[in-house]
């Protein structure tokens, strides 16, 4: 029927909200298990399988901004192999993977998952690596800073301090994850189809908001003949 795309704010409850739609939907939730599930179909065996998303980035100090790193100069995973000698011998090979390798690995992945369909992708720039293709609903979450604070301070029992860090830290990883790699703005209101603000609705009033719009959207066939 659609892929839906969710980017989401620290504390929105964004999350649970894709979680709901699944089972709402029967979709499949875009995560690290789906990712080694559709490796196959790209050539990557489960091992090569990484998770290059904001949740594991980590904003640019000043120094490298200063100096100008060269773009995909950081090592964001390790990847170990097994190759087999033609006397039968197997040994282990591990090579360093860089930003550029990550962020291709993951948009490979959600390439696949693309066209297996039916599948909510949380994060990992999915608004902007799909952005031209139809059938894809876009959707942001957003919330008040004070409803956001609360929300983390109560899930993951910690000082309200140390939940204002939590998201402020997560919200800058995010815009500047997007801004390095897809270069837009995570906060434009027009990269997204729906914008949901649950300081004022429930998980399950968004939830039923997106499932509503997938209704709506029109699938790849009629947009091809309609030249959408």
């Not at 200063?66 to 087999?84: D, F, P």
């Not at 301070?153 to 997007?178: C, F, G, I, P, W």
Request: aromatic share 8%; with cysteine; glycine share 8%.
């Amino acid at each position: 029927m659609a892929v839906i795309t969710i980017s989401r704010q620290y504390g929105s409850g964004g999350d649970q909200i894709a979680a709901r739609v699944c089972e709402m939907l029967g979709y499949r939730y875009f995560d690290k298990r789906l990712m080694a599930q559709v490796a196959a179909e790209v050539g990557l065996s489960p091992t090569e399988v990484v998770d290059f998303s904001e949740e594991n980035y980590q904003v640019r100090s000043f120094l490298e901004r200063l100096m100008g790193w060269r773009r995909g100069s950081r090592v964001v995973a390790q990847v170990a192999t097994w190759t087999e000698a033609p006397s039968g011998a197997r040994s282990r090979e591990v090579a360093a993977l860089d930003e550029t390798h990550g962020i291709a690995l993951v948009q490979s992945a959600i390439e696949a998952a693309y066209k297996h369909d039916n599948v909510v992708i949380v994060g990992r720039g999915g608004q902007a690596f799909l952005k031209k293709l139809p059938g894809v609903l876009h959707v942001r979450i957003e919330a008040p800073l004070e409803a956001r604070y609360q929300r983390i301070q109560e899930r993951e029992n910690v000082s309200l301090t140390e939940a204002r860090e939590a998201a402020l830290k997560y919200d800058r990883a995010a815009a500047d994850y997007l801004e390095r790699f897809y270069h837009i703005n995570w906060a434009d209101s027009l990269l997204y189809d729906l914008v949901i603000n649950t300081g004022r609705l429930g998980i399950e009033a968004a939830a039923h908001l997106i499932v509503n719009a997938v209704g709506y959207l029109p699938q790849p066939e009629a947009a091809e003949e309609t030249g959408e």
